[in-house]
Structure formats: C-alpha cells, structure tokens
C-alpha cells in the first residue's frame, strides 16, 4: 500500500508532538497550565527559504478554492530550551498562530505556501506560548527581505527521505 506523500509531513509533525505530550506533566486542578516559574525558550536565529516541494502539493488557496502548489516559504527557528524540559509550545508571529509546526535538530520550522500571507507576517513579533501559560516574546521580529531576494533551496536537500525499513 502507498502513504500518500502529502499527508506525511503532517504525520510526522503530529507523531513528533505526541511523546511531548504524553511526558508533560498534569496540572494539578485549576492550575493554569504554565510551565514552572523562570522557564523560557530562546531564539538563537532563524532563516526564511523560498522552498522548491519534493512534489506538488494540493491543498486550499486563501480564497478556499483548490489549488496546486509546487512552492512555499520555509522558516527555521533555531531554539534553545532548557535540558530535560518538556511541554508543549505554541509559536506565533504577531497574532498569527502557527497551526502546525516541525522539529529540527535545532529547533523548530513551518511552511507558507501563501505569499501574500509571509508578506502580511512580515515584521510581526516571534512570540511562544508554553502549555497554557502567558505568551512571552523572543524580542525579534520576523525580517523579511523582498520575495525575490529569499534564498532558493530544493525540500530534497533540506529534508531527505530516508529509505523504508523493512
């Protein structure tokens, strides 16, 4: 039977949150959630990348009409968090909250496929939340250069698939 490709990087993503979960500690009851006192991520760089797809993507355009998308715009936060700490976290730039995320070995990362949407995000505060605590800023802004200026990059490069065991 073939996975259907697109649906994998949501999986993943979803697969990657899911030992986070289960490991977070419960609150006691009425509790707001917040991790402990003085635990905070920091924001050690990020990078947006125009991104060409390993392959066509179809999914919704803004407007809610099917579309097929072979490109989007990548951005890479490099976040360091305390050792042994884990919860889970929510990102937004500006108000926007990033619906769904992945993990690299530094950090995190989220694709736009919608242009005119990084150009809306543009300037917006890097922003997280952990659990359900308040939303702390990393002190920067998301930068970015006009859209023909963003470095090209192939996914395959970035995020080679690694054969199916067996």
């Known amino acids: 039977m073939r996975r259907s490709s697109r649906w994998f990087p949501i999986l993943a993503a979803a697969a990657s949150l ?3 979960a289960c490991r977070a500690n419960p609150s006691p009851a009425g509790s707001s959630g917040a991790a402990p006192r003085g635990e905070t991520l920091e924001l050690k760089g990020y990078e947006v990348i125009h991104l060409q797809l390993a392959e066509p993507l179809h999914r919704l355009d803004a407007a809610g009409r099917p579309a097929t998308v072979s490109e989007a715009y990548l951005v890479r936060l490099e976040v360091g968090k305390p050792k042994g700490w884990d919860e889970l976290v929510r990102f937004y730039v500006g108000d926007y909250q990033v619906p769904e995320y992945g993990g690299w070995e530094r950090g995190i990362y989220f694709k736009i496929y919608d242009p005119g949407l990084l ?15 308040e939303l702390h800023g990393f002190g920067k802004r998301l930068e970015v250069p006009p859209l023909e200026r963003i470095p090209r990059r192939r996914e395959a490069d970035l995020f080679p698939r690694r054969p199916a065991s067996r």
Request: charged content about 20%; hydrophobic content about 35%; cysteine-free.
């Open 18 to 20: 899911l030992p986070a």
């Open 119 to 133: 150009t809306r995000l543009a300037g917006g505060e890097l922003r997280y939340r952990i659990g359900g605590g």
